[in-house]
Each structure stands twice: as structure tokens, then as C-alpha cells.
């Protein structure tokens, strides 16, 4: 036993966990060399020091899903949890949580599950501010249903269903979630095992909506899809992880910036060596920005021509929903007693239908 929980007047025990007792018996059905393999061990890793640093037990995490690939995680993860339906699961995991929001939730889903038959329950879901975590596995293609193109596959992606190139302008999960004025939005990849577990205890921690977006190969219809800057080799030079209150500088040698140009024509942002401007001219970062306009420029960056940028790129706190909702009933409770469903049921206006 390592810590302690304070609930209904009880001190309760944690165990001191290990990865293994978040690893069901279930066994893993992804292909071989998939990035959720990666995803999933990093979770199993990061899950028992969550649970000591918020003095959780694992009978309160519960974890849901959609339909995808990534949807079958909630049977590798030994705790409570859900399969649901297509691009449903921030609606099941919103009534778990207003229902019982002592629960720490975490939904899993994917690209197509999430912002395509899901996108408006993931948009609602992050404005309410409910305290719940999504991860959402992002491989730029429909993995289960082997290979049409998703809603964040890139302009010209040829695939089942469009052999001569998508002519759809992808859909940018960041700026999604930032626009939905999400209070914690983060960017990790697959293989990048600190970057990731470190986004995952952020998340954790924070009381309210979570978003991460996590980068994962798909190596069967999608490989290589973010091979020009996932690789360990190439990520210093190709990537640059977000730091609150600190200058944005990248590279092996930290001799890169990024720096805002264009004056009164807009904010345009341009790489320079650090060695050839002044400091002032860095911008800091700063995640609690009263309005998130420079972490909304970070996650539009060409990764083409800018390093990726990864990390926490908001993190504010606001009253939850549930918070909210559950003072305003007892508010109600107050004012006008608890009152009867049946009373409810059978006040007003009756018709007969024959």
C-alpha cells in the first residue's frame, strides 16, 4: 500500500500498482508492428503513477470507445470500460461522468471515429469542459475498414476509395480542439515514449477537458505517413516540444527559432538561427495565454517546412460541466425539495390519443 483516498468520511488504501495490473488478459489483436502496440504500453506504463500521484484506485478509471482499431484498447486495459458505438463514446463517457464524477474517464478513439461520424460529439464534448481524457489515435486513413481515406488525410491521398487522390482539404485535430475551446490540448507521437508519458500525466492532472492528439503509424495502409519527422534520428531536428514560459528553440543543438514576422500584414511565422536574432524576437510560450492565438498558429504549421510542434499547447482551468451541473441540482433541491417523478410525470396538460 502506498497513499491514501479521502471519500465518505473513510481512509481507503491504494495498492502501489505496477504496469501488469493495468494489462487484462485479453489478447492483443492489432497487426504486428502497429503504433498502438507503443500507444497502449505507454498507458499501462503511466497509469500506476497517475494513480499515485492523484491518489486514485483503479476501480475508478473507466475507459471508452468508439469503433476502430484503436477502439479495442478498453480490452487490453484492465479497468472498467466501454466499447460503445461509432463516434459516440465522448457521449457514453459524459454520462458516466455527470452520473459519477468521481471517476477519472478516458476515451480512446481515432481519426475517422473521432471527426468524421464523431466530430460534433468530440466538439460539444471539449466546450463543456467535462472532466474527461480523450486520446485520439491519429494515422491519417480508415485502418479497420483496410484503407479509404479519413477525414485527416492529406489533399491527393490515393487510397480504396479515392484512386486519384482525395480532393478533400484535411481536418486539422488541434485547431478543432483549440477552437472548441478545449482547456488542455496536447500532441504526442507513438514511438516518442517520454514526449507521450509526459502529455498523459499533464492530462491526468488536469480537471477538465483533455485532448490529445497522438501521431501512430499505420504500417499496414499508412506507413511512413509521418516518417520525416517521427524517426529518434531526425526528432530534434524535425520536432520542437512546447515549453510553458519558455522561448520557442529547436534543434540537436537548440540553435533554431521560430520567429513572427509581417507587421501589420499578419503574423507570419519564419525559422532563424538563434545566434542571428535577438531574444526579444523569440516569442515565449505561454499555454494560459488569455487567447490562445500562438498555439493556434504552432498547430498550423507545414511540417513540410516547420519542426512539428509537440507537447501541451493549452492548458487553462475552468469550471467543469459536471461541477456546474451537479451545484446547480442541489441548488434546485434547495430552493424547491427533491421532489417526485411521478409528480413530474403527471403535471400539465393530458391528451388522449385514440
Keep these: ?6 471519500g465518505s468520511g473513510q481512509t481507503l488504501e491504494i495498492p502501489t500498482y505496477k504496469k501488469q495490473d493495468f494489462t487484462s488478459d485479453q489478447t492483443v489483436r492489432w ?11 505507454q498507458v499501462q506504463k503511466t497509469m500506476p503513477e497517475i494513480c499515485k500521484e492523484l491518489s486514485i484506485p483503479k476501480e475508478k478509471i473507466v475507459f471508452i470507445s468508439g469503433i476502430g482499431c484503436s477502439s479495442r484498447f478498453p480490452y487490453y486495459m484492465d479497468t472498467y470500460g466501454m466499447h460503445s458505438i461509432h463516434g459516440r463514446a465522448p457521449t457514453f463517457a459524459s454520462g458516466v461522468k455527470v452520473a459519477n464524477p468521481d471517476l477519472m474517464l478516458w476515451v480512446v478513439t481515432g481519426d475517422g471515429d473521432g471527426l468524421s461520424i464523431g466530430g460534433n460529439h468530440l466538439i460539444h464534448c471539449l466546450r463543456r469542459n467535462l472532466d474527461i481524457k480523450i486520446l485520439l489515435f491519429n494515422n491519417r486513413i480508415y485502418g479497420l475498414t483496410k484503407g ?10 490515393t487510397t480504396k476509395s479515392s484512386p486519384f487522390g482525395s480532393t478533400e482539404r484535411p481536418i486539422n485535430p488541434l485547431t478543432t480542439a483549440l477552437a472548441a475551446e478545449a482547456s488542455f490540448v496536447a500532441r504526442a507521437i507513438d514511438t516518442d515514449s517520454k514526449g507521450l508519458q509526459d502529455v498523459l500525466m499533464q492530462a491526468a492532472k488536469h480537471k477538465g477537458s483533455a485532448f490529445i492528439e497522438i501521431y501512430q ?3 499496414v495502409f499508412n506507413d511512413g ?7 529518434k534520428a531526425d ?14 528553440i529547436f534543434g540537436k543543438e537548440k540553435d533554431k527559432a521560430i520567429i513572427l514576422k509581417g507587421g501589420q500584414n499578419g503574423l507570419i511565422p519564419e525559422i532563424a538561427n538563434v545566434a542571428d536574432v535577438s531574444p526579444d524576437d523569440i516569442p515565449t510560450f505561454d499555454e494560459a495565454a488569455d487567447i490562445p492565438a500562438l498555439a493556434y498558429l504552432l498547430s498550423q504549421l507545414n511540417e513540410l517546412e516547420f519542426p512539428v510542434p509537440l507537447g501541451v499547447f493549452r492548458k487553462v482551468n475552468q469550471p ?7 451545484n446547480q441540482i442541489d441548488q434546485a433541491k434547495d430552493r424547491l425539495g427533491e421532489g417526485e417523478l411521478s409528480q413530474l410525470l403527471d403535471q400539465g396538460d393530458i391528451w388522449e390519443v385514440h
Excluded: V, W
Excluded at 500500500?1 to 479521502?6: D, F, G, H, I, K
Excluded at 467543469?320 to 451537479?326: F, I, P, Q, R, V
Design 1 to 6: 500500500m502506498s497513499q491514501t483516498e479521502q
Design 31 to 41: 497487426c504486428p508492428g502497429c503504433g498502438d502496440y507503443s500507444i497502449l504500453a
Design 148 to 157: 479509404q481515406y479519413s477525414p485527416t488525410s492529406e489533399i491527393g491521398k
Design 217 to 219: 503509424n499505420c504500417n
Design 225 to 231: 505517413a509521418f516518417e520525416g519527422f517521427a524517426k
Design 235 to 248: 526528432r530534434d531536428e524535425k520536432t520542437m516540444t512546447l515549453q510553458h514560459g519558455e522561448k520557442l
Design 320 to 326: 467543469t460541466y459536471e461541477d456546474l451541473l451537479n
